[in-house]
């Protein structure tokens, strides 16, 4: 069975940096998207960025020149390497992997930009 392991979330000031990592644990095939969101108290899910087959990113405005994804394909693993973090930045962090027979979600992780 196929499950998603967050971790790298915690505290940081405002315009630090912390790099969250999702890693696949048992067999997963034909990923077709690695996906971040987050989710900030209050508020509803959001998306933050994309990495699509074929290498393809996307990032939501909110996040574009700040955040970056990657991916290491040999250890199905996502990134998120976050730089210049603000307060509003503040969240659950979900990473989703989604594959031709369906999508599989990690636990979350809590990011929290505080002075």
């Known amino acids: 069975q196929v499950q998603l392991v967050e971790s790298g979330g915690g505290s940081v000031q405002p315009g630090g940096s912390l790099t969250l990592s999702c890693a696949a644990s048992?067999?997963?095939?034909?990923?077709?998207?690695m996906i971040w969101y987050r989710q900030a108290p209050g508020n509803k899910r959001e998306w933050v960025t994309s990495?699509?087959?074929?290498?393809?990113?996307n990032y939501a405005d909110s996040v574009k020149g700040r955040f970056t994804i990657s991916r290491d394909n040999a250890k199905n693993t996502v990134y998120l390497q976050m730089n210049s973090l603000k307060p509003e930045d503040t969240a659950v962090y979900y990473c989703k992997f989604s594959t031709y027979v369906g999508d599989y979600w990690g636990q979350g992780t809590e990011v929290t930009v505080s002075s």
């Open positions: 990495l699509i087959r074929g290498g393809t990113t």
């Open positions: 048992g067999s997963i095939r034909s990923i077709n998207a």
